[in-house]
């Protein structure tokens, strides 16, 4: 019904910057939030940034300041902006997004492939 297709990662330098895409296609009436998650080698997924549309987004504390979440409405898509790239930054990042599929409240939450980001010191 839906797919969430990722793209925009890579290796980086320490302080450098990547910038990830996820866009979403397929049934799609609405889209209540899109975020980014991430998983590094050994440790469970945790929350990066999540748009929620009408508030503000949450991020979580390590990457304040740093990474910004945004969402284009028309095109389905949210993007990541990563400053300040860190070592601990390095890890599987994935999109996830909660999709509205009619307009009686059908919905579909799930997951992209992920795309590896890696940060060289």
């Known amino acids: 019904q839906v797919q969430l297709v990722e793209s925009g990662g890579g290796l980086v330098q320490f302080g450098g910057s990547l910038r990830l895409s996820c866009a979403a296609s397929g049934t799609i009436w609405d889209i209540n939030e899109m975020g980014w998650y991430r998983q590094a080698p050994g440790k469970e997924r945790e929350m990066v940034a999540v748009?929620?549309?009408?508030?503000?987004?949450n991020y979580a504390d390590s990457v304040k300041g740093r990474f910004t979440i945004s969402r284009d409405n028309a095109k389905n898509t949210v993007y990541l902006q990563m400053n300040s790239l860190k070592s601990e930054d390095t890890a599987v990042y994935y999109c996830?997004?909660?999709?509205?599929?009619?307009?009686?409240?059908?919905?579909?939450?799930?997951w992209g492939q992920g795309t590896q980001v890696t940060v060289s010191s």
């Open positions: 748009d929620m549309g009408d508030t503000n987004p």
């Open positions: 996830n997004a909660e999709v509205l599929l009619d307009d009686v409240g059908s919905t579909w939450h799930g």
